[in-house]
């Protein structure tokens, strides 16, 4: 069996060119089974090697495969000798005598190309999969998507996989999506893309096929306690703590409506906003489930025409960063001193390590350099006995803060604090009062709702403690109003 394989390689290779194509498709045939094998059992698990393992492999091997012919070819014509000339130079007279099933030779190479066929397949099936995951979308293009990659990777979907959101279910999806993908390979390799990539992005599927797989409005219920901790820009960095009752009921059958009413089952709510960013809104509609529609205009853009096409508000419109979340400067800090990471001891931590990651540096290298020296700096001369002190505490805080700013901060896509705003709330961005606001009135003059507890109860708002205005407040306190009017409402809230 061997010497036969011998003879037939032997026979194939007429000259170097065809030698070297049978050179090549065997040991990237060899090569690939040891990678492969090796993934199989984890070995190794480098991005990269699924790149060389799935794309580069099968094109080697094919064009191995061609330089067999194309010896051939060559030889042909070099000596003149036609076919048949030069296969009875090649292969014994035994193997090319017509047979049963035609010669050997004949059901050899069907038998090879058989076996071409299904390697070949295997290799593309594996591909189409490995192009599927989230390793190869997050990793490929480095640069590009290194933002996405790392902020996903923090995230609840870390472990949804990219085309779970991006692509979804569907051959047309699929095509879709792989003819994107080469596209925008192409813009990669050529350098010519957006810093940062913009958004909205559009070619995204319907949040409410994606989405929908894993959450749906009726699993919306209820209210959702929430508590966060921020600290003080005082010398203890004093906490402070901000509780909310957030109302995410999607409404209906007595329960009172809260975030989710919007993607309700018999609601709907569309718009056209001035810009493709969707933050100035021109016209909003509304559809209750008793078939009642309310149109709100904004009063102060009248008679704009410069708009987009009306959109039907999903998931998207409120979470559009419900994977890829850039902190802000603050929110990070006030987590890293919640968890020890920064160590509330050093006098004006919060203070000084916003200062400090808020400064803007050119490349990531500056960044860790310019962290550390405005720390030591700031310390050495405010504060010099905490700097001699708490050298170990110092040195911590460098490099958490360091690590955040490789985290949030990517030059190289001009992505800095703020550059994607998120639409859930409204402290630091528009989010809800894009539409909750005073300017967008119908009719009858009347605007969309916006007082304070109908998206949540308040019952904290950086406070000392975290049920601040539940606590029985002091006869002739000044807030007491305030605190009575709030603890009412949240035991007052239907659920
Ligand atoms: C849970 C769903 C979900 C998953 C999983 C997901 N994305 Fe996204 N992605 C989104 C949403 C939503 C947006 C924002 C769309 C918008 O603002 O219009 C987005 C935006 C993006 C953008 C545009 C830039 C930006 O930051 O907004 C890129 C690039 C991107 N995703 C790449 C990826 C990659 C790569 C992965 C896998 C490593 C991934 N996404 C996984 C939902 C997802
Ligand atoms: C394949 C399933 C899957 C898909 C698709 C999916 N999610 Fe999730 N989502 C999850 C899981 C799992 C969690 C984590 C739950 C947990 O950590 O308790 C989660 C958590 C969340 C949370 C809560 C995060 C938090 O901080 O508690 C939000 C909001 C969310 N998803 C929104 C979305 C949106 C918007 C989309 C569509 C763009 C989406 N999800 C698509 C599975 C999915
Ligand atoms: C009008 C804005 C808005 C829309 C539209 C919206 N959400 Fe939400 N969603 C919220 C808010 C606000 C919260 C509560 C935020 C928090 O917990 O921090 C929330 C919470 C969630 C949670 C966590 C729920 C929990 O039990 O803790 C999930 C999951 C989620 N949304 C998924 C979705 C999906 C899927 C869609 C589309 C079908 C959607 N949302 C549409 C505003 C919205
Ligand atoms: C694109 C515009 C738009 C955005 C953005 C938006 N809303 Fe709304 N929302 C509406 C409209 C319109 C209504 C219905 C008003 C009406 O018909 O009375 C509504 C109704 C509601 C209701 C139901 C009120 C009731 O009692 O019936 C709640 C709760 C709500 N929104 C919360 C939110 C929250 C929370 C956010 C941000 C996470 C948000 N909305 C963002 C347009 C918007
Ligand atoms: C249209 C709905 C809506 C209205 C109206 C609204 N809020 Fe909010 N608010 C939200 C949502 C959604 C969040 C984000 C909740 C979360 O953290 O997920 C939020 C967050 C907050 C926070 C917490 C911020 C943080 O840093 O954690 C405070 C404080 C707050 N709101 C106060 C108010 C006050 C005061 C008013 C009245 C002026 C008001 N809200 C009106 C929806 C609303």
Redesign the pocket.
Known sequence: MLLKYKNFIRGVSVNRVGKLGVILTTTVFITFLIFETAQTFGLIRNAYLGLITYLVFPVLFIIGLLLIPIGWAQVKKQSGKNTGELLNQQFDTKEIEPGFLGSTLIRTIIAFTLLNVVILSAASLRMLHFMDSSTFCGTACHTVMNPEWVTYQQSPHARVKCVECHVGEGVDALIKSKLNGIRQMVLAALSIYHRPIPTPVHQLRP??ET??H????E??FGQ?L?TSISYALDSLSTPQYTTLN?K?DAGGSGHQP??????GNDNQ?SYTSLEDKRLTMIEVQSRHADGSTRIFRNRRFNGQDNETKPRV???????NR?THIYKNAEDVIDEQIRLGKLDRRLPYIKKEALAALLTSYPTLDAAEKGIFNRMANVYKRQFPEAALKQTGALAQAVTQLQEASLTYIHPQMNIVWGSYPS???HQRELG?FRCHNADLIDENNQSIRHDCTM?HSILAMESPSRFEYLTEPFEGVRAEPMYRYLRDEFLQTKY
Do not use: L, S, T
Not at 214 to 217: A, T
Not at 258 to 263: L, P
Not at 313 to 319: A, E, F, V
């Open positions: 949040a409410r989405c929908e894993c959450h749906w409005p699993k919306f959702r929430k957030i995410i809260g975030a989710h009413w919007h993607v709510v508000m999903d998931c998207i419109d409120c979470h419900a639409h859930i709330g809800c998206c």
